[in-house]
């Protein structure tokens, strides 16, 4: 019989060499043995890969640290952060490269072979066209050809063609938006039909596909029809002020299936285009950038009313956000019940300096009244006590 202890030690010796044999072994993939072994990948792969990656971003910190000391504009700043970065990593990437060179060795090309041969196996087939994990791998930069042949040729129509001819902003975006995405279109399908994929069986396997997703699909399918409808009708247009449910900004960008809005305190919201298309806008750059803003004030009952609304005319006369062909008004609106009030309007050229605007109005109605003497009330009590209430105590404090 073996003790225990025995056992134990026979254990213990066991264990080592296990380990040992595991590092040593050269490493296999069901059929595919690869040149290397589990020591030899952790030496010659993993450990300079982690140590490459903390270099890379030690470096990537002490460079932003040195640009933010450098005295530059913030422009020339983020460029020179941005090459920084891209050619980090590039750097990082072809050391990746010649890592992964140098653990196959010679047999490199060999085993990216077997590798594209195993991830070319057809996951779907459809009469002539069969779709692998190759084919979606590459319909990732179709995807991004796509996006980018269409920011581009909008950029073109907007800079020489669209703007030389006089059209307005409005028509220019709707008109840019839909070459954006025409281009956009016609580039994809040429591209999956490039690497290999049948556009008649992918309306096919799409039907199949609309099945299953259409109901989970409803609001982003919506979304995408009120995209279109934003772009042809053209209800907002990039650089609107607009007001949407409570939320009040300018839109910095119009996609297919939802709108980017930033907002006065630079808040960035993500409207769904159903929204904007279902929903009451407040466009306040529709036909015109000019708005008309109301400050309100309330004088004394002794005030000379004439002389008030005078004082008032003359104190906006000089607002540099003001329309100068539209003069400033002002007009008695109510009797209080401590004060007379005033209401003054004045139309401003933009929109976007409406708070501003209403700011510097407010400043200068409060030193034209504190330099002509008029005087801006507020609400007075007065406690009045009945001589009968004789048993409520009255204490006097010194």
């Given at each position: 019989m073996i003790s225990l202890k025995e056992n134990i030690n026979r254990r213990k010796l066991i264990l080592p060499d296990l380990l040992i044999a595991f590092f040593n072994k050269p490493l296999a993939l069901g059929a595919i043995s690869f040149p290397f072994t589990p020591l030899h990948l952790l030496l010659v792969f993993v450990l300079p890969l982690v140590c490459a990656f903390v270099i890379y971003r030690l470096l990537l910190r002490g460079g932003r640290k040195l640009l933010f000391t450098l005295k530059i504009q913030d422009e020339m700043k983020e460029k020179i952060g941005h090459w920084y970065r891209l050619i980090l990593r590039l750097i990082y990437l072809f050391l990746i490269i010649g890592l992964i060179s140098r653990l196959?060795?010679?047999?490199?090309?060999?085993?990216?072979?077997?590798?594209?041969?195993?991830?070319?196996?057809?996951?779907?087939?459809?009469?002539?066209?069969?779709?692998?994990?190759?084919?979606?791998i590459l319909t990732i930069p179709v995807f991004y050809l796509a996006s980018w042949a269409g920011r581009i040729s909008k950029g073109m129509m907007n800079q020489s063609f669209l703007r030389r001819i006089g059209i307005d902003e409005a028509k220019q975006f709707s008109l840019a938006n839909l070459l954006r995405y025409s281009v956009m279109f016609i580039v994809l399908l040429i591209g999956l039909s490039v690497i290999g994929i049948n556009l008649s069986a992918l309306t096919v396997i799409f039907g199949v596909l609309g099945?299953?997703?259409?109901?989970?699909?409803?609001?982003?399918?919506?979304?995408?029809?009120?995209?279109?409808?934003?772009?042809?009708?053209?209800?907002?247009?990039?650089?609107?002020?607009?007001?949407?449910?409570?939320?009040e900004g300018s839109v910095v960008q119009i996609r297919i299936i939802s709108t980017v809005i930033n907002t006065l305190m630079n808040e960035t919201i993500i409207v769904p285009n159903s929204q904007l298309v279902s929903n009451t806008v407040y466009n306040n750059t529709y036909d015109d950038k000019s708005v008309l803003i109301?400050?309100?004030?309330?004088?004394?009952?002794?005030?000379?009313?004439?002389?008030?609304?005078?004082?008032?005319?003359?104190?906006?006369?000089?607002?540099?956000?003001?329309r100068k062909d539209k003069a400033p008004a002002v007009r008695l609106k109510e009797f209080g019940s401590s004060s007379i009030n005033f209401a003054v309007f004045t139309w401003i050229k933009d929109v976007h300096d409406k708070y501003v605007a209403h700011h510097w109005i407010n400043m200068e109605i409060w030193k034209a009244c504190q330099t002509k003497g008029i005087e801006i009330p507020f609400p007075q009590l007065d406690l009045h006590l009945k001589d009968g209430d004789n048993d409520l105590p009255l204490h006097r404090q010194s």
């Open positions: 196959f060795g010679a047999k490199l090309f060999e085993y990216w072979r077997l590798f594209y041969s195993a991830l070319n196996q057809p996951l779907i087939k459809s009469g002539d066209t069969s779709i692998s994990f190759v084919t979606i099945l299953g997703l259409g109901f989970g699909l409803q609001n982003v399918v919506a979304n995408f029809f009120a995209g279109v409808v934003i772009i042809i009708t053209r209800p907002i247009k990039e650089g609107d002020f607009i007001i949407v449910e409570g939320n109301r400050n309100d004030i309330g004088v004394s009952y002794r005030s000379d009313v004439e002389r008030v609304v005078e004082i008032l005319e003359t104190a906006i006369i000089s607002c540099p956000f003001r």
